[in-house]
């Protein structure tokens, strides 16, 4: 789907702002230049964050369900602490031995299975989907790449190549192939397909990548779907990344990764925005073996990546999962969410199909029966004048993304179903 039609994008002159607001779209515009982007149809002024709310320029709060950022609720203060805490004391790069990092890793490959034994990081998942490519191919010796049709990995020049979802201004590489998102397809059989596709055109395969939750193809939940796509991909000699950049970290309920549900070990696993809860921290887990060729062969540094600070945050989170219970949260809220949507969809039409795993949700809209991107964008930009924040999804547009921090609680959800009640009511009649 083009960024020019997300149903919850703000086209200048579309809409009259008023003289503020007009004005400081001007200036982002004149300092941002165009390929910036904002949300919604009236934007959002935000000053501050606390949990699950963010406040806007008049002090009005907006009930966060979308923002997969801050995961651990906004301004956490006990990773607010640490990140002042490390960076008043020390901050600078892995080329110097220390501990921090040292901990977060043993931590992060603590709640991944045994076979995957080294931990790498970086500032965002596109840096980390970057170097698994890179290693991909050196472990490899091919070129290959396997998406799904609607797929984000990330905006490096190598990365925007297999994100379809960026839009047909965005071209896919020559090397890579995308295959349909497996709602009701052999999604195994689709895989094989491409693998024999690019091996008919002389490219030898490398990767399958996916999201093991698909978010951007619409949030696919079936457990059953991921594992015969992968024993293709490796018989085929390529690898498995699992992108847990919005699956991962706890999101869904069933400990700390998506691709746990689907029973496979992958070779990779790219890791990102939650880690940090706003802070730019990043990674990628593999298996040793995997980064043997390149580790000989090359050096790999980064700055920022993994920097005491990082460090220190990576770890907070880490805390903070573990003390607050924020798993067993996403599970037992997500499911009190699930709920609540069906009951809605007993009365309201424009409800279709909703695919749900602990706090990661999609609700298809829907006109009588089929997928009405043009409503969803309604819905959005109505639950944002009602203070609740959303956004929609999938190739059609059509799919609200539910997707709030870990620390979301039965009442948050209460507000959220009272108010996407009284905006379907609104919009739908």
Not at 128 to 134: P, S, T, V
Not at 321 to 328: A, N, Q, S
Request: proline content about 6%.
């Amino acid at each position: 789907m083009r960024r020019d039609t997300m149903p919850n994008a703000f086209r200048p002159g579309a809409v009259e702002l008023p003289p503020d607001q007009a004005a400081l779209v001007a200036r982002r515009q004149a300092a941002l230049g165009p390929a910036y982007r904002l949300f919604y149809e009236r934007p959002l002024h935000l000053m501050r964050g606390e949990g699950v709310w963010l406040y806007d320029a008049e002090g009005k709060a907006y009930l966060d369900t979308y923002n997969n950022v801050a995961s651990c609720g906004h301004c956490h203060p006990k990773i607010v602490a640490a990140m002042a805490d490390q960076a008043a004391v020390f901050a600078s790069h892995t080329r110097y031995l220390h501990d921090g990092v040292l901990r977060l890793a043993e931590r992060l490959l603590a709640t991944l299975p045994s076979e995957i034994g080294h931990m790498m990081f970086t500032c965002t998942g596109s840096e980390a989907n970057d170097l698994a490519i890179r290693i991909a191919r050196a472990a490899t010796g091919g070129n290959g790449i396997i998406v799904t049709e609607n797929a984000y990995h990330g905006v490096t020049a190598a990365v925007a190549e297999f994100s379809p979802s960026l839009g047909p201004g965005v071209p896919l590489g020559p090397h890579v192939r995308v295959v349909p998102a497996p709602m009701g397809r052999d999604f195994g059989a689709d895989v094989q397909a491409a693998i024999d596709d690019l091996k008919r055109h002389g490219i030898q395969p490398a990767v399958l990548i996916a999201d093991t939750v698909f978010s951007s193809d619409g949030v696919i939940v079936d457990p059953t779907v991921l594992a015969p796509a992968v024993v293709a991909i490796r018989a085929a000699g390529g690898l498995f990344i699992a992108d847990e950049v919005q699956p991962g970290f706890g999101r869904l309920g069933h400990g700390m990764w998506g691709f746990t549900r689907h029973g496979v070990v992958p070779d990779m696993v790219s890791m990102g925005k939650p880690m940090g809860n706003g802070y730019p921290l990043a990674g990628l887990a593999l298996r040793p073996e995997v980064i043997a060729r390149f580790g000989a062969e090359a050096r790999y540094f980064n700055t920022f990546g993994g920097n005491a600070v990082a460090a220190a945050v990576g770890n907070a989170v880490l805390d903070v999962i573990e003390g607050e219970g924020l798993i067993e949260n996403a599970a037992r809220v997500g499911a009190t969410f699930a709920a609540g949507l069906r009951d809605l969809a007993s009365r309201h039409a424009a409800l279709g199909e909703l695919r749900a795993e602990g706090l990661f949700l999609g609700q298809d809209i829907v006109t009588e029966g089929a997928p009405d991107a043009a409503r969803a964008g309604r819905i959005v930009n109505g639950l944002r004048e009602d203070g609740v924040l959303i956004s929609a999804t999938g190739p059609k547009g059509h799919v609200l993304k539910i997707r709030p921090p870990l620390t979301f609680s039965a009442e948050n959800t209460a507000i959220f179903l009272e108010r996407l009640d009284r905006v379907l009511g609104r919009i739908t009649g």
